[in-house]
């Protein structure tokens, strides 16, 4: 079974920082997907961002970078530039068929 | 461009009662669809996905089930709830034959069940 670990429940930022969050995963499959996703109060998940396993390039989305290792199963997701509005938790998944299985999430707190 | 729709947004029921919970989608045609349950303080489960009107598989034997009468309908019952069935519930959608695909998420219900 696909295991998702992320490591840290909690982070904090300063506004306009950069901060980094980890993620690691068990898989024996070669083809897989990764996704970031965020999910502020209102509690609706948002994809963030996603990363293909085959591509050795690191996926980007404006502020939202992922630093992929995939031998060492690693999958951390790098925040610039951070904003009050990134406050939320973010739970990291990998996908190798239908399901997505999710990490338990790292919340984090973005101070002024 | 595609939307998805839950409701209700809050339910409260007691143990025993039945439950319907209910999720469309609008914009796209023969979607994936997802039950995902969270716990409080946890990661989402997967409990049913859908890839077609009445194709229903479940991920978590549970006393919950799934239906999918329309192409764009997915609903998820219990004829007798339990304590263990509170939590926020998530409907999700994706396209395309291969499910590596991302999945875009419905606001949720919140179930209480006392």
């Known amino acids: 079974a696909q295991t998702v670990t992320q490591s840290q429940p909690e982070m904090s930022v300063q506004e306009a920082e950069t901060v980094t969050l980890s993620c690691t995963y068990d898989t024996s499959e070669s083809d897989y997907y990764l996704f970031w996703y965020k999910q502020p109060p209102s509690r609706q998940m948002i994809l963030v961002i996603r990363q293909e396993a085959y591509k050795q390039q690191n996926a980007t989305e404006n502020r939202f970078s992922v630093n992929f290792q995939k031998a060492a199963k690693s999958f951390s997701l790098k925040i610039s530039d951070s904003q009050l509005g990134d406050a939320a938790m973010y739970f990291c998944a990998y996908n190798s068929g239908y399901a997505l299985n999710f990490g338990k999430g790292t919340s984090l707190l973005v101070t002024p | 461009s595609q939307t998805i729709h839950q409701w209700p947004a809050t339910l409260v029921q007691p143990v025993g009662s039945p439950l319907s919970l209910e999720c469309t989608v609008e914009g796209t045609s023969n979607p994936n669809l997802y039950w995902y349950r969270q716990a409080a303080g946890r990661g989402l489960q997967l409990l049913f996905y859908?890839?077609?009107?009445?194709?229903i598989s479940s991920e978590v034997p549970q006393n919950l089930s799934a239906s999918r009468p329309q192409d764009r309908q997915f609903i998820l019952s219990s004829k007798k709830l339990l304590l263990s069935d509170s939590g926020f519930y998530l409907c999700?959608?994706?396209?395309?034959?291969?499910?590596?695909?991302?999945?875009?998420f419905g606001p949720g219900t919140r179930l209480t069940v006392l």
């Open positions: 859908s890839v077609g009107i009445g194709q």
């Open positions: 999700a959608w994706s396209v395309g034959a291969v499910p590596y695909n991302e999945q875009f």
